[in-house]
């Protein structure tokens, strides 16, 4: 059951009046500019579940006997309309895939522990001009858990571990499980065919970027624009022969930022064409400060593609330090200029095997399947 059907499969159903869903989206980001002192400042960091859809009177909710969530915010499911599926005495899996379940309303907590106790007085939210949200939201949540047995999902150790910490996770279990990645799309193909598909030089050693928004700062765009400016000033002869492909719609705004030559692409949806930009390139790079379990991380490894990423999140739990990819000290953007460096130098067809080789023993469709079954059964 889904917010917003893209697939002509009869399994998924989309669920509410697809008109009365960007009402809902704007009357949630409405309340958080106001509450928030009419700033626009972290308006997409947090989700106050102030509007959403009733599922439990579908039928396909009615006949389950296991319930398990994903994402639900930004109009989709409101904390009214968790309530009722925790009323509704069926088992409950919540898969995790940020820290809003287990925070009042933050999706990334940073630094913050409140959640371990209390969340109030935000530091995200500039202002109270409707109340403290944050404890508002978590002490709903706090009441609605209360009404039936939960099992909570990391999607990596790390999320699953700040979870337990969490005053709302409290007399529930919590467990961790990979999201699973299909194999079959995900997979090795021709480089060079994968580089004319794109019109990308054959000739280079090529970085992949990828983020909707390189402003925001969990993202760690600067610390990857520094790790290049190292390798420029202190490895001019290598740095001759990299060049970055940066997918999304803000390439061209920070051209001026990168000491070497950018290469846009567009925002890539089909999941074909994003398969082939993956094979088409040498290193993925991640840069990101905070992270769950990245997909991306994850889609680049299944097609054989070496990744770097800074030593925070489920991150490490990926990457395996100089056997698929390198994991550089966190925000050390000296080390993970070392790591582009190192993996580049390695011997890049064991390291692409290894990298495919992690996917297909730990994030496989049928590997994470019977981890969830047992969960289920539980």
């Given amino acids: 059951m889904v917010r917003d059907k893209q697939t002509d499969r009869l399994t998924v159903i989309a669920v509410g009046k697809n008109w009365a869903q960007p009402f809902k989206f704007l009357w949630e980001r409405l309340c958080i500019f106001i509450a928030n002192g009419f700033s626009r400042r972290n308006l997409f960091q947090v989700d106050i579940a102030n509007a959403g ?29 968790l309530a009722k599926v ?28 409140k959640y371990s106790t209390l969340c109030e007085q935000c530091e995200l939210m500039r202002g109270n001009l409707m109340g403290d949200l944050a404890k508002q939201v978590f002490q709903k949540k706090e009441k609605i858990y209360s009404q039936t047995r939960l099992t909570f999902v990391g999607c990596s150790q790390w999320m699953a571990d700040l979870a337990k910490k969490s005053k709302l996770t409290q ?76 997918v999304g719609g803000e390439a061209e705004n920070v051209r001026d930022l990168v000491p070497f030559d950018i290469l846009p692409v ?34 680049a490894l299944a097609c054989g593609i070496p990744c770097v990423g800074f030593k925070v999140g489920g991150i490490p739990e990926m990457i395996d330090h100089q056997e698929n990819g390198y994991v550089a000290n966190y925000k050390d953007a000296e080390d993970f200029a070392q790591g582009i460096l190192w993996t580049l130098s390695a011997d890049y067809e064991t390291l692409s095997r290894q990298a495919r080789n992690k996917v297909m023993v730990t994030y496989s469709e049928n590997a994470v399947a019977h981890k969830y079954i047992e969960v289920y059964e539980g």
């Fill in 53 to 81: 859809t009733d599922v439990t009177r579908h039928q396909e909710f009615q006949r389950a006997d296991v319930i398990h969530l994903h994402w639900v915010n930004q109009g989709f499911l409101s904390l009214a309309d």
């Fill in 86 to 113: 925790m009323r509704s005495g069926k088992r409950v899996v919540i898969t995790m895939h940020d820290q809003w379940y287990f925070t009042g309303i933050c999706h990334y907590s940073a630094a913050c522990e």
């Fill in 171 to 246: 007399g529930h279990e919590v467990v961790s499980i990979p999201n699973a990645i299909d194999t079959d799309v995900f997979c090795p193909m021709n480089k060079q065919e994968a580089r004319e598909a794109f019109h990308l030089p054959q000739d280079k050693r090529l970085l992949l970027f990828g983020c909707q928004r390189i402003t925001d700062q969990r993202k760690g765009f600067r610390f990857l624009v520094e790790a290049l400016q190292h390798i420029k000033q202190q490895h001019s002869d290598k740095a001759s022969n990299i060049e970055l492909v940066v």
């Fill in 266 to 299: 567009s925002y890539v949806s089909d999941p074909q064409k994003m398969v082939q930009l993956y094979n088409a390139v040498d290193i993925y790079v991640t840069p990101s400060l905070q992270d769950n379990l990245p997909n991306t991380i994850m889609e």
